[in-house]
């Protein structure tokens, strides 16, 4: 049986991710259901695609994963669900769902072709469905087929010879600095090239192996196991001692 996921803005103190799983288990009991987080900041979408999208390959093909992310949205959004790489993803059209893979989805139902209005959808809508796709029904049968759906576009970086231009694309719970700097782009042109990060008033001329490369305080720059540029200080609040935070820009100059 497929595992469910969840992943949510809902926090820890109410009972609504209580309620959503109890509306899985309702229609199935035998729902296997695996937190993913409920302590993405309310209504961040690119929060919760960071998340989402450094994750869910790692779950098996079939999963099935539940995202209440602002899963109210705006007035016309549509509830819906996609097939991406070989996952069923439930979720408002809010235009999450386009940041998380550049790949086309596979197939795209609208969940609620009558347009019932819910003020809890992620009870009354998501989970229900995600519960019969579990059961074996096919996505098809859950609703309304659409030609496509809401696409945020993710900050790009920018990449040449001499130059790769980035940004903070999230910071940590430790205050780590995750950019949009992947290693196959830096590898290809930093080939026999020295190079020369800068970020804020800081610089560096090196990537470390990891973060206990450095002495407690110190900046460390690694590829993180996502193969994306972090930059963080041993037992320290990158973010809050460099001064910088989401879209900041990083630099990598080649010396040609």
Not at 70 to 95: C, P
Not at 108 to 114: D, E, F, L, R
């Amino acid at each position: 049986m497929p595992i469910i996921t969840f992943l949510s803005d809902f926090g820890e103190s109410d009972h609504y991710v209580a309620a959503v799983k109890a509306s899985i288990l309702a229609s199935n009991p035998d729902a296997k259901i695996i937190d993913i987080s409920h302590q993405i900041a309310p209504c961040d979408l690119a929060h919760g695609a960071y998340v989402l999208k450094s994750v869910y390959r790692d779950f098996p093909e079939g999963t099935i994963h539940l995202i209440a992310i602002n899963s109210i949205g705006q007035k016309g959004d549509k509830y819906i669900a996609i097939i991406l790489d070989g996952h069923y993803l439930f979720s408002a059209d809010n235009g999450l769902l386009g940041l998380i893979s550049d790949r086309e989805a596979e197939d795209v139902v609208n969940i609620n072709p009558q347009n019932a209005a819910s003020s809890f959808p992620a009870k009354t809508h998501f989970a229900p469905k995600a519960a019969d796709l579990s059961k074996g029904l096919l996505l098809n049968s859950l609703g309304s087929p659409l030609e496509s759906f809401k696409k945020m576009l993710p900050r790009h970086l920018k990449a040449n010879k001499s130059l790769i231009s980035g940004h903070v694309i999230r910071v940590d719970h430790y205050g780590n600095l995750i950019t949009n700097i992947d290693l196959r782009t830096f590898q290809i042109l930093s080939e026999k090239k020295s190079f020369n990060i800068t970020f804020g008033r800081e610089n560096t001329r090196r990537v470390n192996e990891n973060m206990y490369s450095v002495e407690a305080g110190d900046i460390f720059v690694i590829f993180n196991n996502s193969e994306f540029l972090e930059i963080g200080i041993n037992q320290g609040h990158a973010a809050e001692l460099l001064g910088l935070g989401y879209d900041s820009p990083v630099m990598i100059n080649f010396d040609q």
